[in-house]
Nanobody, 116 residues
Framework: QVQLVESGGGLVQPGGSLRLSCAAS????????MSWYRQDPGKERELVAA????????NYADSVKGRFTISRDNAKNMVYLQMNSLKSEDTAVYYC?????????WGQGTQVSVSS
């Protein structure tokens, strides 16, 4: 059974940090590019960060460059998103995505709320 399970979301003050985790199972994780997306109610889902299957290439949305870092551990079937210097506009549900050619899988999402 294919599963992506996100964790690590929560409420944090502006300027704070969170680390999101995504545990993958049921497929050959190391073959898949992994990404984090986020979606605020009433807005489209947007790409936050992506990492290649071997982890050698990453890319980020301009809004998070220099603050967020995506990483993966293929031995543990895990992908992470380290989020620093959080801003109120980072508030959203964050989703983990696995992609290989036309195959795309999503987790259930984890809520991140940035508020004082």
């Amino acid at each position: 059974q294919v599963q992506l399970v996100e964790s690590g979301g929560g409420l944090v003050q502006p300027g704070g940090s969170l680390r999101l985790s995504c545990a993958a199972s049921g497929f050959t994780f190391s073959n898949y590019a992994m990404s984090w997306y986020r979606q605020d109610p009433g807005k489209e889902r947007e790409l936050v960060a992506a990492i290649s299957s071997a982890g050698g290439r990453t890319n980020y949305a301009d809004s998070v460059k220099g603050r967020f870092t995506i990483s993966r551990d293929n031995a543990k079937n895990m992908v992470y998103l380290q989020m620093n210097s959080l801003k109120s506009e980072d508030t959203a549900v964050y989703y983990c995505n696995a992609r290989l050619f036309k195959a795309s899988m999503w987790g259930q999402g984890t809520q991140v709320s940035v508020s004082s």
